[in-house]
């Protein structure tokens, strides 16, 4: 061996002496860090299983948070954790979508998530038809949490979703069309529907008009294989859960209580104090969250609507309550 190649190897076996050994509590820390994590991965694999979460909201949430449990969790995990897909199956879809065993969720290049994304998409529909029985779906939450604005956008984006009716008390306001938007009757005619068993679900909300769901129309869409979407309050959920054990209930969240308070705020509709009043009633709502099959958090809107509309296509078994 050369001087040279004697003073390097020396130099190098100094150097790796003088590196600084990490501080036991350093190694503990990352060791648990590391622990967590997978137990993080774990649980979002066991709730794409169950149908807790949506795969493609996993997707969306690891394109969000590459270093996140969704963004680390890897491919070939992501996808055996699908029902019905096992590793022969898996290995196929990721060469045909030229995707790499090796990759993580969060690490896809943009073509490589579309692609997947549309894989995901349409094995729902072919899910949803073989399946052939239609779902109604109940969305339910506390106040200002934008139930309205997801509903909407459902209403918008996805046609092939019924949207029940309500009858109600109050009067139209301005824009609003009878048989539209609501079935508006007086007091005398909402008490004979009541008296008939007409309503599927019906409730006095904020302590002023009723609101209820008529049997029939929702009967009718079922019938012929279209899923139904009921927008209503806690009192109506918990109606259909008694009538209906089938139906799925979603319970929507917010992201966290400041973000529910800056929206009621924010809306400026309401006095000081009727906020103060709905807010109250919030904390109460938000206990309820228990009650239901299902929670989706209203992150984004467009986001929150697709996994709503993804659960329609959720086998009932899956969802079924203990």
Not at 209 to 223: C, E, I, K, N, Q
């Amino acid at each position: 061996m050369s001087e040279l190649e004697t003073a390097e190897n020396g130099a190098g076996a100094r150097g790796a002496q003088s590196r600084p050994t990490p501080p036991d509590v350093d190694r503990a820390a990352a060791s648990r860090a590391a622990v967590a994590a997978r137990r993080a991965r774990a649980e979002l694999k066991a709730q794409i299983t169950s149908g807790a979460r949506s795969a493609e909201s996993v997707l969306d949430e690891g394109a969000r948070e590459p270093n996140g449990p969704a963004g680390t969790l890897r491919v070939t995990d992501f996808l055996l954790a699908i029902p019905a897909i096992g590793v022969t199956k898996m290995k196929a879809t990721l060469e045909r979508l030229e995707i790499s065993q090796v990759k993580r969720v969060g690490g896809l290049g943009r073509h490589q998530r579309a692609r997947l994304r549309e894989f995901l998409r349409e094995r729902a529909r072919l899910s949803s038809k073989a399946r052939g029985a239609a779902r109604l779906v109940v969305l339910a939450g506390p106040t200002a949490v934008g139930k309205g604005t997801v509903s909407a956008y459902i209403r918008e984006n996805y046609p092939e979703v019924v949207f029940s009716v309500s009858a109600t008390t109050r009067k139209p306001r301005p824009g609003e069309v009878d048989g539209v938007h609501y079935y508006f009757v007086d007091d005398a005619e909402f008490d004979r529907m009541i008296e008939a068993g007409e309503f599927l679900e019906w409730a006095t909300v904020h302590n002023m008009s009723r609101y209820g769901t008529p049997r029939a129309p929702v009967r009718d869409a079922l019938a012929a294989g279209r899923n139904v979407l009921l927008e209503i309050d806690l009192q109506g959920a918990r109606q259909v859960r008694a009538n209906d054990p089938d139906a799925l209930l979603v319970f929507l969240a917010p992201p966290t209580w400041d973000e529910l308070v800056r929206r009621l705020i924010g809306r400026g509709t309401e006095s000081p104090e009727e906020q103060r009043r709905r807010l109250e009633t919030a904390k109460v709502e938000l206990a309820a969250e228990g009650e239901f099959d299902r929670t989706v958090v209203n992150t984004t809107v467009p986001e929150a609507a697709r996994e709503v509309v993804d659960l329609m296509s959720v086998p009932l078994r899956a969802h079924a309550r203990e």
